[in-house]
C-alpha cells in the first residue's frame, strides 16, 4: 500500500515511469484530470476512466469550503465520497487561495482569507494544509506554498521562495507526526484529525520564479527536506513560454532522478509534449476541460473553435484521427448545433474528446519514449499539432 | 421499412405491442426522453440507449429556428445530424409556437410567430409543420394542432378543436401529396421538400379539452381523417388530474384498437401507470429530465429532493431498487454535493437515474401486464412511489 516510482525507460531527459499508490498505479508521463470538486467538470468518472485517466486531482481549497474536510472524512475520504477507486492528488488550496479567495492575509504562519463562497473567514497554515489532505486521504498530498504573479521583482521571489521552503519543512514535519503516531492524534496544538489514507505520499513544491539560481537554491532545500516526489510550482501564469521551458528544464536537472517530478498547472499539448522532454512525469490543467466547455476542441491537427461558422455544415468528426466518443459518433456539424444551443451535452462531448486527446498524446509519448523515438514523435507532433492556423 | 404496429398481450384496457419503424423496433408502452434541440439535455445517446430508450423526441419548433430543418435534411435527416440511429419522434412545433414564440397570431391558415431567439418572424402552416417534419425525417411525426390553456370555454374549445381538425386533414393531405410524388416536388404551391425518410408515419391529435363529448367529436374526426396512430393533445396542462384520467380513459376508448395512442406530455410516473391502465401506448415527458436538473430525483418509493440538509450525510444510493450508474456508483452525499456545488455532472448524474427509473417503469409495466398481474402491479407501484412523503 506504500508510495513508489519506478523509472523503466528513458530517452534523453524524456522518461516513462509508474507510479504505485494505495490505490493502483499510474504510468508517467502522465497527465492528471481536474476535478475541482469532486468531479471533473461536465463528465462521469466512467468515461473518464475509458478515455485512460488513471488519477485525478482535486482541490483541496474548493473541498474545505464545501462540502468540508471533515465531512469527507466521516464518508471514508475523498475516494470513497466521490467514488473514484483510482489515484487522486491534492493539492494543498493555496493556488486558490492566492488566485480566488477574498482579502487574503499572508504571514509566515499562514494565509487568512474569506471564502469566496460565502465571505467566512478561515485561516489555511502549513499545518493545517496537511490535515485537510490527510483527511481527504489522496494518494498524493501537496505542501502548502506561496504562488507569486508574473512578473514579479527578484526580492520578492527570492523572500516568498524563502518562505515557501519553511512552510514545506512544517508540511512534512507535520506528515511525520502522523505517520509516528500511525494515525489519530490529539492535544492542544494537534486537533484530532482522521487519517483517510494511511500510504499517502506528500510532494514539495519548487518555487524561485524565473530566476534560475532562486529556482536552484529552492530544489536544493526542498529536497533536503526530503519528500516522495517534486513539483516545479509559478509557472503557466504569465510568463513567456520559452523562459517556461528553460526554467522546467534547469530545474528538473537538478531534482533527484528517482523521485517523480510534477509540473503544476501546465499545459497546452505543445508543453505536454516539450517539458516531458525536459524530464516532466506529471500534469494537471484545467485547458483540456474548460476550454471544451467554451467551444476549443484539441485535435491531432491543431485546436478548432466549433463556434465558427464554418463547421455549420462540416459533417467530419472533430478530429479525424480520434477514436473517442464523441468523434466516432458525431459531427462538428452536430456540436457546433449544441454549443450554439447552449445544450449542456455540448460540454460533455467536448470535454469526452479533449479529454481523450490528452490522455491519447501521453500515451503515444509513452509509447515513444519506450521506443527511443521521442524526439522524431516530438518534432512530428509539434508540426502536427500546429497544422491548422488556430482558429480559436 | 414501413411503420407498423402490433398489439402482443392486453390485460384489461393495458395492453404491450410493437412499434416498428424505418429505424428499428420500440416495445410499447414506451417512454420517449424528450431531446428538445437533437439532444436529451445532460446525456449522451449512449446512455440514453443504455438506461432502455427506444424512442427519443425532437422538438420541430427548437429545430426548425437552430439549426434549421433545410440544413438538417442536407445532413441526410435529423437522426444522421445528430447521430441517434434508432426511432425518433418529432412534434409539429405547435405546442412551442402557443408556450414559447412571441407575438403569435393564429387564423384559420396557421400561426404567425415571433421567434423567441432572435424575434424572426415565420408562419407555421399544417402544410409548413408537415414539410419541416419531412425534411427531418423523424419516424413519427405529429399534425399540427392548436393547444388551448386550461381552463378555457366550451365554445373556445370547441372552435379549436374543429380547426384542429381541419388542420389535420391538411396536414394528412400534404402528407400524402409527398407519398403519392414519392419524394421531391416543387412548384408555385409546392416547394421543393427534401423527403429525409420515405417511411414516416403521421399521428394525428385528438384535442377537446375536458369536455367529454368535443374529445369524442374530435377523435371520430381524427380516425375519419386516417393515420398511422393517434394521440391526445391538451392534457397535462392544469387540469385537476382526476379529471385527465378520465378525459384519458374515455379518448381512448373511441380510437381504433389496432392503432397505438400516444399521451402527449404526460406525465409522472403515477401517471404512466394509470394511463397505461387506461389503454396508452406512448409517452413523452420532461418531467424525468427536467427535474433531475433541478435536483429532484424519482425513486421507488417516491420523490426525494437531492438538495435536502437529511441528505448531507447520507452514503445510500439515490433509489435502494435502481441498477443505474448514478445509483450503483454514487451516494445521496455525493449527489447533493454537486448539486449545491453547480457542477454539470450532478444533472447528468440526476438525469441518468430518473430516465433509468422512468424507463424501468415502462419495462415492468410491460412485464406485468404479459403476465397478466398489470392491476396488483399497479396498486403496488403506486402504494411505493407515495411511501415516501415527496420531500421537494
Given amino acids: 500500500m506504500s508510495f513508489r516510482f519506478t523509472v523503466r525507460s528513458t530517452d534523453g531527459s524524456a522518461r516513462v515511469g509508474t507510479l504505485e499508490t494505495p490505490h493502483g498505479a499510474v504510468q508517467t508521463p502522465a497527465f492528471m484530470p481536474v476535478g475541482t470538486q469532486g ?33 469527507i472524512a466521516r464518508r471514508g475520504g475523498l475516494h470513497r465520497f466521490i467514488g473514484w477507486e483510482r489515484p487522486l492528488l491534492t493539492d494543498s488550496g493555496g493556488f ?74 512544517r508540511c512534512r514535519a507535520r506528515l511525520t507526526e502522523f505517520r509516528d503516531s500511525a494515525g489519530l492524534k490529539a492535544g492542544p496544538t494537534l ?43 509559478g509557472l503557466s501564469v504569465g510568463e513567456p513560454i520559452d523562459l517556461m521551458y528553460s526554467v522546467v528544464e534547469d530545474t528538473a536537472r537538478v531534482l533527484p532522478a528517482d523521485r517523480p517530478r510534477y509540473l503544476m498547472g501546465a499545459g497546452t499539448p505543445e508543453d505536454l509534449v516539450e517539458c516531458v522532454a525536459r524530464g516532466i512525469d506529471m500534469f494537471d490543467c484545467v485547458l483540456p476541460t474548460r476550454n471544451a466547455r467554451n467551444g476549443q476542441l484539441f485535435t491531432s491537427r491543431g485546436r478548432i473553435n466549433i463556434k465558427n461558422a464554418k463547421y455549420a455544415e462540416d459533417d467530419g468528426p472533430a478530429d479525424p484521427d480520434c477514436h473517442c466518443y464523441t468523434c466516432t459518433h458525431h459531427s462538428r456539424a452536430y456540436l457546433r448545433h449544441l454549443h450554439l444551443a447552449g445544450e449542456m451535452t455540448a460540454g ?42 488556430h482558429d480559436s
Fill in 191 to 233: 486537533p484530532a484529525v482522521t487519517i483517510s489514507n494511511g500510504g499517502q505520499a506528500q510532494f514539495g513544491i519548487v518555487q524561485g520564479g524565473v530566476f534560475p539560481d532562486l529556482r536552484r537554491e529552492s530544489a536544493e532545500a526542498t529536497v533536503a527536506i526530503g519528500f516522495e516526489g517534486y513539483a516545479i510550482g
Fill in 96 to 169: 486558490q487561495v492566492f488566485s480566488l479567495a477574498e482579502r487574503r492575509v499572508i504571514t509566515e504562519e499562514g494565509a487568512e482569507f474569506q471564502s469566496h463562497l460565502d465571505g467566512s473567514r478561515h485561516h489555511l497554515t502549513p499545518e493545517r494544509a496537511v490535515d485537510i489532505q490527510a483527511r481527504l486521504g489522496s494518494d498524493i498530498a501537496m505542501v502548502l506554498d506561496e504562488c507569486l504573479a508574473y512578473p514579479s521583482t527578484r526580492e520578492a521571489t527570492a523572500e516568498s521562495m524563502q518562505r515557501s521552503v519553511r512552510w514545506a519543512a
Fill in 39 to 71: 468531479a471533473v467538470k461536465a463528465t462521469l468518472h466512467r468515461d473518464l476512466a475509458d478515455s485512460g485517466a488513471e488519477i485525478i486531482l482535486g482541490n483541496t481549497y474548493h473541498l474545505f469550503l464545501r462540502p468540508g474536510d471533515e465531512l
Fill in 348 to 389: 460533455a462531448l467536448n470535454t469526452l474528446h479533449n479529454l481523450a486527446f490528452y490522455l491519447d498524446t501521453m500515451k503515444r509519448i509513452r509509447e515513444a519514449i519506450k521506443l527511443g523515438i521521442f524526439d522524431s514523435f516530438r518534432q512530428e507532433f509539434l508540426r502536427s499539432v500546429s497544422r491548422l492556423s
